[in-house]
């Protein structure tokens, strides 16, 4: 690659990488800044409420991971050979199936928003908050659905910068309306929820402005493909989604697990950490989304000194804000811990020692990710798969046995989990022969 295509490639990537990491910001302040202005208008048991609705949540990014992460790069691949009727007729599929999807669960929240929320938490106290706040998000869904997937397909035709504008407006209004809805409707916890999602909507809105432009690539067309596309959409974006099929079944058994060793207090200090994994996760998903849609188009155009260029960009950028992230937390637990409203000196203590575990915490499982999104990338599909899996069911017997056996080293357990992964990741790599070098010399 000469100098020029570097500092080119070199804008582009901070281009896309600056609109994920927006983008991203969608789901992470949404949960973030509702827990916070919850956790001071409401009380603890809102910001508990929120946590234990993380599972559905979670479940609706699953089912548009599939959808818009496979699409996505499937649509990448396609735009880099210049297949353009291909990617219009994928990119069709992906936004009717996003669509279909949020509709059901639509239909479900009006009809069995109460039992749903009965198998999220068992706890009485928290069980109303907890179906009011499901209710409307379920209710909401297609909106979470389409601002997912259409934010992914306007940031491959080209448009990185209008999804980060639309995203930034989205939790803008997001923040505006939960303080109106909260603390001058007096809406309770329902307002939090509504406010996320007319700031979807908003979002939405000004996405669809794309696809105005005439040099736009992408539009619906029912040509170019057939349905048996959706086993191509579905195979790509199999190892993101059951990462996330595996971290929703982990957010779900984690809750009852810490529900059930350290009580009421202690899901209340558990919230505040997996508020923290969102602060990660910003910086990483945002990454890896932009290193998925840019990836995608640079091996479509075989240009493998690109993709390793992006590869080391992405990687260095992964590193510096881990880092970051993790200083401040162990130097500013208090400052967090009180941002989401804990109070008393037994509850703020609590809080900055599980902060400062999860903090060293998150970054293997943080590595771990990106691994994985590599190996999909360069289609290692099995390894790939394997690395999903291992992402969160490895958490789940770990975090079973310290609640069971050693309830007071319970924040250690996603450290240790992390750990055994890489351990295990690392001895199947060598074993299998695999070699990343190789299969990058091949495109």
Not at 117 to 146: F, K
Request: hydrophobic share 55%.
């Amino acid at each position: 690659m000469n100098t020029f295509d570097r500092k080119e490639l070199n804008s582009l990537f901070w281009k896309y990488l600056s609109s994920a990491i927006l983008i991203t910001l969608s789901g992470a302040l949404g949960v973030i800044i509702d827990s916070m202005i919850v956790g001071h208008l409401i009380g603890g048991d809102g910001v508990s409420a929120i946590n234990l609705n993380s599972t559905m949540i979670q479940l609706l990014m699953t089912i548009s991971l599939i959808i818009a992460s496979g699409g996505g790069m499937l649509v990448g691949y396609a735009l880099g050979r210049k297949d353009y009727q291909r990617a219009r007729y994928i990119f069709t599929q992906s936004m009717l199936g996003n669509l279909a999807v949020g509709l059901i669960f639509t239909l479900l929240g009006i009809f069995y928003a109460d039992e749903i929320a009965s198998i999220l938490c068992q706890n009485e106290a928290l069980h109303s908050m907890v179906r009011d706040y499901l209710r409307i998000v379920m209710l909401g869904a297609p909106a979470y659905m389409l601002m997912w997937g259409i934010s992914t397909m306007i940031s491959v035709d080209g448009s990185p910068r209008l999804a980060s504008i639309a995203i930034v407006i989205d939790n803008v209004v997001n923040l505006i309306l939960d303080v109106v809805c909260i603390k001058l409707l007096g809406m309770g916890i329902e307002g939090s929820s509504w406010a996320t999602v007319i700031g979807h909507i908003v979002g939405i809105v000004i996405m669809l402005l794309h696809f105005r432009g005439s040099n736009r690539v992408l539009r619906l067309s029912f040509k170019g493909g057939s349905l048996a596309e959706w086993r191509d959409i579905i195979s790509q974006g199999a190892p993101l989604a059951v990462a996330s099929i595996c971290l929703t079944l982990l957010l779900f058994t984690s809750n009852k697990m810490v529900l059930s060793a350290v009580g009421r207090d202690g899901i209340f200090v558990f919230s505040v950490c997996m508020n923290l994994l969102q602060v990660y996760n910003l910086f990483l998903a945002g990454t890896c989304r932009s290193l998925q849609t840019l990836g995608a188009v640079l091996i479509g155009e075989r240009n493998r000194d690109g993709v390793r260029f992006v590869f080391g960009k992405s990687l260095r950028f992964i590193t510096m804000a881990m880092i970051a992230t993790c200083i401040y937390v162990w130097v500013f637990p208090t400052s967090i811990a009180t941002l989401f409203g804990a109070e008393g000196a037994e509850i703020i203590e609590e809080c900055c020692y599980a902060l400062r575990i999860f903090a060293i915490s998150f970054i293997p499982f943080c590595y771990i990710y990106f691994v994985m999104i590599v190996f999909k990338l360069l289609a290692f599909n099995r390894m790939s798969l394997f690395i999903s899996l291992l992402l969160s069911l490895t958490v789940i017997p770990v975090i079973s046995l310290m609640a069971h056996f050693a309830p007071e080293y319970l924040w250690y357990s996603y450290l240790v989990a992390y750990l055994i992964e890489i351990a295990v990741i690392f001895t199947v790599y060598k074993v299998g022969r695999m070699d990343i070098g190789t299969r990058l010399a091949t495109l």
